[in-house]
Nanobody
């Protein structure tokens, strides 16, 4: 099990940028695939991006391709989500999550979750 703490959320105007960070406890961070999810009010939690254990592979939901970039620094036990060209529809609570197996794109594939960080994009 890993404990995850997100940071970097906030209020930004449409077209702006934010970088989210998620720092993990423990010495096994590099053994987990890491994902970012988001949940808007009244909606289900949705997959945003995932990165492989070594960081050499990534995948994104279509709505953020070309705007968001997921990356990780295993020496710092941290995964990042760089968000550019933000839109009002990106407004949500963003969660990072750790997966012991595979490179999942569903909530059920992840074992450990952070508490979330709010991102609000104004028009």
């Amino acid at each position: 099990q890993v404990q995850l703490v997100e940071s970097g959320g906030g209020l930004v105007q449409a077209g702006g940028s934010l970088r989210l960070s998620c720092t993990a406890s423990g010495r096994t961070f590099s053994s987990y695939a890491m994902g970012w999810f988001r949940q808007a009010p009244g909606k289900e939690r949705e997959f945003v991006a995932v990165i492989t254990r070594s960081g050499d592979g990534t995948a994104y939901v279509d709505s953020v391709k070309g705007r968001f970039t997921i990356s990780r620094d295993n020496a710092k036990n941290t995964v990042y989500l760089q968000m550019n060209s933000l839109k009002p529809e990106d407004t949500a609570v963003y969660y990072c999550a750790a997966a012991r197996l595979g490179i999942p794109r569903t909530v059920m594939g992840y074992n450990d979750w952070g508490q979330g960080t709010q991102v609000t994009v104004s028009s």
